[in-house]
C-alpha cells in the first residue's frame, strides 16, 4: 500500500499556500507530486490558500478512477504522470495575464530571461470547458507533450516540473512571461524585433545558482510550515 510521509503532506501544503501568495491561484487550483510510479498526492480540495498546517492531502492512483473528494481535473495529472515518467510535481494554475492571453488564443513568447524556461513557447489548449473526464485529460496531456507547461483558453494553466519546487517557481515564471507579453503588447512592441534570439534563449535557460529554490523561497517566505 503506497503512503505519504509527512514531509511530503507538508511540502505539498507549503506549495499550495505558496502558489496562493503568489496570487497565482485563487478559490480554484490544486498541485500534486509523484509518490512512485502508480500513485501521487493531491493537495486538499479547498482554495489553496485556505489549506491549513495538518490538511492532508489524498492519494490517487495514477491509472484508475479519482477517490472520492477529489477534483475532477485532477485527471489531468493523472494522465500527464503516466506519460511523463520524469515528472514529480503539477501545478493547475490560475493566473491573471495568462488568462488574458489565453482568451486571445496566445501563449508568452521568450522575450526576456522567465519566458526562455517554455521556449519556444508553452503550448495551448482551445478549449474553454473543465476537464472533467479521461479523454479530454488524455488529449490535453498529449497537446503538452514534452513541454513543462500549457496554456489553457478562458480556463489557466498547467505546470509540470521534476519536483514541487521548479513546478512551483516555473508557474511563477510563466505569469511573469504572460505579463512581458501583455504589456509589450499594450505598447504594440510584441512583433519578432523584441523576442530574445536563439543564442540568447539557449543562454537563459539555466537552472544553476538555485534559480528554483530561490523562487520557492520567495513564495513560502513567511510560511507556517517553513
Same mark, same amino acid.
Given at each position: 500500500?503506497?503512503?505519504?510521509?509527512?514531509?511530503?503532506?507538508?511540502?505539498?501544503?507549503?506549495?499550495?499556500?505558496?502558489?496562493?501568495?503568489?496570487?497565482?491561484?485563487?478559490?480554484?487550483?490544486?498541485?500534486?507530486?509523484?509518490?512512485?510510479?502508480?500513485?501521487?498526492?493531491?493537495?486538499?480540495?479547498?482554495?489553496?490558500?485556505?489549506?491549513?498546517?495538518?490538511?492532508?492531502?489524498?492519494?490517487?492512483?495514477?491509472?484508475?478512477?479519482?477517490?472520492?473528494?477529489?477534483?475532477?481535473?485532477?485527471?489531468?495529472?493523472?494522465?500527464?504522470?503516466?506519460? @511523463?515518467?520524469?515528472? #514529480? !510535481?503539477?501545478?493547475?494554475?490560475? &493566473? %491573471?495575464?495568462?488568462?488574458?492571453?489565453? $482568451? /486571445? =488564443?496566445?501563449?508568452?513568447?521568450? @522575450?526576456?530571461?522567465? #519566458? !526562455?524556461?517554455?521556449?519556444?513557447? &508553452? %503550448?495551448?489548449?482551445?478549449?474553454?470547458? $473543465? /476537464? =472533467?473526464?479521461?479523454?479530454?485529460?488524455?488529449?490535453?496531456? #498529449?497537446?503538452?507533450?514534452?513541454?513543462?507547461?500549457?496554456?489553457?483558453?478562458?480556463?489557466?494553466?498547467?505546470?509540470?516540473?521534476?519536483?514541487?519546487?521548479?513546478?512551483?517557481?516555473?508557474?511563477?515564471?510563466?505569469?511573469?512571461?504572460?505579463?512581458?507579453?501583455?504589456?509589450?503588447?499594450?505598447?504594440?512592441?510584441?512583433?519578432?524585433?523584441?523576442?530574445?534570439?536563439?543564442?540568447?534563449?539557449?543562454?537563459?535557460?539555466?537552472?544553476?545558482?538555485?534559480?528554483?529554490?530561490?523562487?520557492?523561497?520567495?513564495?513560502?517566505?513567511?510560511?507556517?510550515?517553513?
Amino acid at each position: 500500500m503506497t503512503l505519504a510521509t509527512e514531509a511530503q503532506q507538508r511540502e505539498l501544503r507549503v506549495a499550495a499556500r505558496a502558489l496562493s501568495r503568489g496570487q497565482l491561484v485563487h478559490a480554484y487550483g490544486h498541485c500534486s507530486l509523484r509518490l512512485d510510479a502508480t500513485h501521487l498526492l493531491v493537495c486538499a480540495a479547498k482554495p489553496m490558500g485556505t489549506i491549513a498546517p495538518g490538511d492532508g492531502g489524498t492519494i490517487v492512483p495514477i491509472a484508475g478512477p479519482l477517490p472520492d473528494g477529489v477534483l475532477g481535473e485532477v485527471r489531468i495529472h493523472q494522465q500527464i504522470y503516466a506519460r @511523463r515518467l520524469e515528472i #514529480g !510535481a503539477v501545478c493547475r494554475i490560475m &493566473p %491573471a495575464q495568462i488568462g488574458l492571453l489565453g $482568451l /486571445l =488564443r496566445r501563449t508568452p513568447r521568450p @522575450r526576456h530571461g522567465f #519566458g !526562455a524556461y517554455f521556449a519556444p513557447a &508553452p %503550448a495551448l489548449w482551445d478549449d474553454p470547458r $473543465l /476537464l =472533467r473526464d479521461d479523454a479530454s485529460a488524455a488529449r490535453l496531456a #498529449g497537446t503538452l507533450g514534452a513541454g513543462k507547461a500549457i496554456v489553457m483558453r478562458a480556463n489557466g494553466a498547467v505546470v509540470c516540473g521534476e519536483n514541487l519546487v521548479e513546478a512551483v517557481a516555473l508557474s511563477w515564471f510563466l505569469e511573469e512571461a504572460a505579463r512581458v507579453e501583455v504589456g509589450l503588447m499594450q505598447m504594440h512592441q510584441d512583433g519578432d524585433h523584441t523576442l530574445l534570439t536563439a543564442e540568447e534563449t539557449a543562454a537563459r535557460q539555466v537552472t544553476a545558482g538555485r534559480v528554483y529554490e530561490r523562487m520557492w523561497e520567495h513564495l513560502s517566505f513567511g510560511d507556517p510550515e517553513v
